[in-house]
Nanobody, 123 residues
Protein backbone atom coordinates (compact mmCIF):
# COMPACT_ATOMS: atom_id res chain seq x y z
CA UNK A 1 0.00 0.00 0.00
CA UNK A 2 1.37 3.36 -1.04
CA UNK A 3 1.34 6.12 1.52
CA UNK A 4 2.54 9.70 1.30
CA UNK A 5 2.59 11.49 4.63
CA UNK A 6 3.24 15.23 4.75
CA UNK A 7 4.46 17.14 7.76
CA UNK A 8 5.94 20.52 8.57
CA UNK A 9 3.00 22.76 7.86
CA UNK A 10 1.98 25.51 10.24
CA UNK A 11 1.67 29.23 10.67
CA UNK A 12 4.38 31.74 9.90
CA UNK A 13 4.65 35.46 9.40
CA UNK A 14 5.38 36.96 6.03
CA UNK A 15 9.09 36.77 5.30
CA UNK A 16 9.46 33.62 7.37
CA UNK A 17 10.33 30.05 6.40
CA UNK A 18 8.86 26.58 6.62
CA UNK A 19 10.10 23.21 5.45
CA UNK A 20 7.61 20.57 4.38
CA UNK A 21 8.40 16.88 4.36
CA UNK A 22 6.70 14.02 2.55
CA UNK A 23 7.62 10.54 3.70
CA UNK A 24 6.73 7.81 1.22
CA UNK A 25 6.17 4.15 1.94
CA UNK A 26 5.27 1.27 -0.36
CA UNK A 27 6.65 3.12 -3.36
CA UNK A 28 9.97 4.61 -4.43
CA UNK A 29 9.67 8.33 -5.06
CA UNK A 30 12.42 8.11 -7.65
CA UNK A 31 10.33 5.73 -9.77
CA UNK A 32 8.51 8.58 -11.53
CA UNK A 33 7.96 12.31 -11.23
CA UNK A 34 6.99 13.72 -7.84
CA UNK A 35 6.24 17.11 -6.45
CA UNK A 36 4.27 19.54 -4.35
CA UNK A 37 0.88 21.03 -5.13
CA UNK A 38 -1.17 23.55 -3.22
CA UNK A 39 -4.77 24.61 -3.07
CA UNK A 40 -5.89 27.90 -1.62
CA UNK A 41 -9.53 28.52 -0.61
CA UNK A 42 -11.69 29.07 -3.65
CA UNK A 43 -8.87 28.28 -6.06
CA UNK A 44 -7.85 25.30 -8.12
CA UNK A 45 -5.02 23.05 -7.09
CA UNK A 46 -1.76 24.18 -8.66
CA UNK A 47 1.68 22.68 -9.10
CA UNK A 48 4.22 24.40 -6.88
CA UNK A 49 7.36 22.45 -7.66
CA UNK A 50 8.36 19.08 -9.01
CA UNK A 51 11.23 16.73 -9.69
CA UNK A 52 10.87 14.98 -13.01
CA UNK A 53 11.84 11.39 -13.57
CA UNK A 54 15.12 12.55 -15.11
CA UNK A 55 15.90 14.58 -12.00
CA UNK A 56 15.24 18.04 -13.38
CA UNK A 57 13.24 20.40 -11.20
CA UNK A 58 10.41 22.76 -12.01
CA UNK A 59 8.95 25.67 -10.09
CA UNK A 60 5.85 27.77 -10.41
CA UNK A 61 6.78 31.29 -11.43
CA UNK A 62 5.48 32.67 -8.14
CA UNK A 63 7.85 30.48 -6.12
CA UNK A 64 11.07 30.74 -8.09
CA UNK A 65 13.95 31.96 -5.97
CA UNK A 66 12.01 31.37 -2.76
CA UNK A 67 11.15 27.65 -2.71
CA UNK A 68 13.52 24.71 -3.11
CA UNK A 69 12.49 21.12 -3.72
CA UNK A 70 14.78 18.27 -2.72
CA UNK A 71 14.73 14.59 -1.96
CA UNK A 72 16.54 12.22 0.39
CA UNK A 73 16.65 8.92 -1.47
CA UNK A 74 17.80 6.96 1.56
CA UNK A 75 14.78 8.16 3.52
CA UNK A 76 12.46 8.09 0.50
CA UNK A 77 11.35 11.55 1.54
CA UNK A 78 10.56 14.66 -0.48
CA UNK A 79 11.07 18.16 0.91
CA UNK A 80 9.98 21.67 0.11
CA UNK A 81 11.96 24.48 1.70
CA UNK A 82 9.93 27.67 1.61
CA UNK A 83 11.70 30.96 2.32
CA UNK A 84 10.61 34.59 2.22
CA UNK A 85 7.04 33.45 2.40
CA UNK A 86 4.15 35.63 1.33
CA UNK A 87 0.52 35.75 2.39
CA UNK A 88 -0.43 34.40 -1.02
CA UNK A 89 1.44 31.19 -0.19
CA UNK A 90 -1.34 30.33 2.24
CA UNK A 91 -2.87 27.03 1.14
CA UNK A 92 -3.11 23.35 1.81
CA UNK A 93 0.03 21.74 0.42
CA UNK A 94 -0.05 18.25 -1.03
CA UNK A 95 2.72 15.86 -1.89
CA UNK A 96 2.14 13.78 -5.02
CA UNK A 97 3.94 11.10 -6.98
CA UNK A 98 3.14 10.03 -10.52
CA UNK A 99 1.94 6.46 -10.75
CA UNK A 100 3.85 3.94 -12.81
CA UNK A 101 2.32 2.78 -16.07
CA UNK A 102 2.98 -0.04 -18.53
CA UNK A 103 6.36 -0.80 -20.04
CA UNK A 104 8.31 1.08 -17.38
CA UNK A 105 6.63 4.37 -18.17
CA UNK A 106 4.92 6.81 -15.84
CA UNK A 107 1.39 8.09 -15.92
CA UNK A 108 0.86 11.67 -17.05
CA UNK A 109 -2.25 12.11 -14.97
CA UNK A 110 -2.64 9.43 -12.30
CA UNK A 111 -0.91 10.20 -9.02
CA UNK A 112 -0.58 9.09 -5.46
CA UNK A 113 -1.52 11.89 -3.08
CA UNK A 114 -0.77 12.74 0.49
CA UNK A 115 -3.44 13.99 2.87
CA UNK A 116 -2.25 17.59 2.76
CA UNK A 117 -0.79 19.97 5.30
CA UNK A 118 -2.02 23.49 6.04
CA UNK A 119 0.34 26.40 5.57
CA UNK A 120 -0.78 29.82 6.75
CA UNK A 121 1.23 32.98 6.20
CA UNK A 122 0.13 36.09 8.05
CA UNK A 123 1.08 39.68 7.38
Amino acid sequence: QVQLVESGGGSVQAGGSLKLSCAASGYSLSRCGRGWYRQAPGKERELVSSIRRDGTTTYAESTKGRFTISQDNAKNTLYLQMNNMKTEDTAVYYCAADRPAILNTCSLSARYWGQGTQVTVSS
